[in-house]
């Protein structure tokens, strides 16, 4: 069973939605006590740093993802779900949980592509990833050309141990972070076709072997 | 590199497709789920979907065909017919459509574009354009004019100014429909849609007259579009999705190949 998050940040059902289809049991859940029971916790998040901080504080729900990070529990979040778990949002200039040091900053409106057309903001569509760590349990057996769908205006600007693939949009950007256990990925693997799928259901895998968790 | 989209168009009416769809073992099916799931599998980038009825009483059933391709599909899609208010959009949205699709309810009422934007984020809002050559006059210097209900009301609006203020309203995203080359099968309009691309900063989508896979080439590459809308020449098996994204991808379009 995967908890997945609700604190009001909009694609909760379709994460939902790709894990149903992947066969994944799963509870979107503001109760702490019940995400804390799963084996693995998704933050979803479509929306603004600001407002998904206020409410996960009002909830109380960041102190359920930092004491996650800190035992250790399998923790994957999406878009500005990935996002929250660095320190610091230029949006709405926002903490974020710290639990992965870096910023979030704002795609400049002047960047231009590879090719020398303008690259607008938001970065919308689908786009590969360059792996710099291809050990990580997410990227089992997926092909290293594969493509994933991004919409988001600030990208995440770790330290670069943590960074496991980049991606390019006007410059490189970091599309997954963290380390074995604690992930972010900035693309939507609910809405990333096969690839996405099967990212979620190695974080799925991962969480079942996870030693950490005492079943 | 952010690759250039296929995006299959499919017209809903009454929560079946209005033509039936061809696929490779001869087989029509009306299923607007089984089309999208095929086209899903298939390597479609995005798939749209136009409710030709919209009327009030049919809308239910729409919906619920919304709801079940977005449990059948796992790359983004849209909705577009019949969406004139937030309510409309929010119902689309809840179903579990990531994009709207507005046309001439923006036209008549621009609102729309910046209360979505503002209310969703411009990613989720595209305005749709259908648009008519005619002759340049000092209201129509660009010599495209918008149109609504099907081509059918001239509204004397300028193709290019409808552009820039749909951008700054908040669209996301265009997606330009030749009337003139719709249903032509002879490609798409391409001065008009580098015209638009030239015009604006967000993503343009190239619709109508798509009758072979060179006529996308064409759009993503002197037409400037970052998308291209195809519905026909896949709907009736003259052409695969993988076969024209394989037709791209020979001639150097950053394309996404599925796997």
Redesign the interface.
């Given at each position: 069973m995967l908890g997945i998050v609700d604190y009001g940040a909009g694609n909760q059902t379709s994460v939902r939605r790709a894990l149903d289809a992947l066969g994944i049991t799963s509870t979107i859940s503001h109760d702490a006590e019940k995400l804390w029971s799963c084996q693995g916790i998704i933050v979803p998040g479509v929306g603004a740093a600001g407002q998904a901080m206020q409410q996960l504080r009002g909830t109380g729900l960041d102190g359920l993802l930092k004491d996650a990070a800190k035992q250790g529990r399998p923790v994957l979040g999406i878009c500005l779900g990935c996002q929250i778990l660095l320190d610091y949002s230029e949006e709405n200039d926002t903490d974020l949980l710290g639990l992965i040091h870096g910023q979030c900053r704002r795609f400049a409106s002047d960047l231009t592509e590879e090719d020398g057309r303008p690259a607008p903001v938001p970065h919308m569509g689908w786009n590969t990833l360059h792996i710099q760590q291809k050990d990580c349990s997410l990227l089992k057996g997926l092909p290293s050309e594969a493509f994933f769908y991004f919409v988001h205006s600030y990208y995440i600007d770790p330290e670069s141990p943590q960074i496991i693939a980049q991606s390019y949009y006007g410059h490189p950007f970091t599309a997954i972070v963290g380390h074995e256990g604690l992930w972010g990925v900035q693309f939507h693997p609910e809405k990333s076709g096969r690839p996405g799928l099967q990212l979620l259901k190695n974080f799925y895998t991962f969480c079942q072997e996870d030693k950490n968790h005492a079943q | 590199?952010?690759?250039k989209?296929v995006i299959v168009c499919l017209d809903v009416r009454n929560g079946r497709l209005t033509k039936g769809i061809k696929f490779a073992g001869n087989q029509d099916i009306g299923d607007p789920v089984e089309s999208a799931r095929r086209y899903?599998e298939e390597g479609a980038?995005e798939i749209v979907f136009y409710d030709i009825t919209a009327s009030a009483e049919q809308r239910g059933i729409f919906l619920d065909v919304v709801s079940r391709v977005?449990?059948a599909i796992?790359?983004?899609f849209s909705v577009g017919g019949g969406i004139a208010c937030l309510d409309d959009m929010h119902a689309v949205l809840d179903a579990?459509a990531?994009k709207i699709s507005i046309n001439s309810a923006a036209v008549k009422n621009p609102r729309l574009i910046s209360e979505g934007a503002r209310e969703f984020?411009?990613?989720a809002i595209v305005v749709g354009m259908d648009v008519l050559a005619v002759e340049k006059t000092a209201d129509i210097p660009s010599g495209y004019e918008i149109v609504i209900h099907g081509g059918r009301l001239h509204t004397g609006l300028d193709a290019l100014a409808w552009a820039k203020q749909c951008q700054d309203l908040g669209a996301?995203?265009l997606c330009i429909n030749s009337i003139d080359a719709d249903g032509t099968k002879d490609g798409y309009e391409l001065t008009l849609t580098a015209a638009i691309c030239a015009h604006v900063?967000?993503?343009v989508i190239a619709s109508g007259g798509a009758g072979c896979p060179a006529h996308l080439l064409d759009a993503l590459t002197r037409g400037?579009a970052?998308a291209a809308l195809i519905a026909s020449i896949v709907h009736y098996g003259q052409y695969s999705i993988a076969e024209c994204k394989q037709y791209l991808a020979d001639h150097g379009v950053c394309v996404?190949?599925?796997?």
């Open positions: - | 590199m952010l690759s989209r899903y980038d977005a449990q796992f790359i983004p579990g990531e984020g411009s990613q996301g995203e900063t967000i993503p400037q970052q996404r190949q599925t796997w």
